[in-house]
């Protein structure tokens, strides 16, 4: 099996992770978003961090039926009158790519 072939077995073998947060009393789960994913995030923000931010919320988050927890509708109220501090706990959950497996 070539290195590429495991990487490719590594990712599809991922199991979305979950994340309890206590500010907002709720488990959420992360999509495992490849490299492609994170760029859209990228362009899509327009190099606004705080957008970036809150539209890996937006685009990363599920609940536990695997339905979004947020919209695009959702972003402003996310931007201006959620905890900064949360939303970036979140966000850099949702695009860690912290592997199960401790080595």
């Known amino acids: 099996m070539s290195v590429l072939d495991k990487a490719l077995t590594h990712f599809s073998s991922k199991t979305v992770r979950e994340l309890y947060v206590p500010e907002w009393e709720c488990t959420v789960y992360a999509k495992n978003m490849c490299l492609e994913d994170k760029a859209k995030l990228l362009s899509r923000a327009n190099g606004d961090n705080a957008s970036y931010l809150v539209y890996s919320l937006i685009y ?15 972003k402003p109220k996310l931007l201006k009158y959620v905890d900064p501090d949360v939303v970036a706990k979140v966000a850099n959950f949702v695009l860690s790519v912290e592997d199960d497996e401790k080595n």
Do not use: C, P, R, Y
Request: charged share 35%; net charge negative; hydrophobic share 25%.
């Open 60 to 74: 990363g988050l599920q609940d536990d039926k695997g339905e979004s927890v947020f919209n695009i509708g959702d």
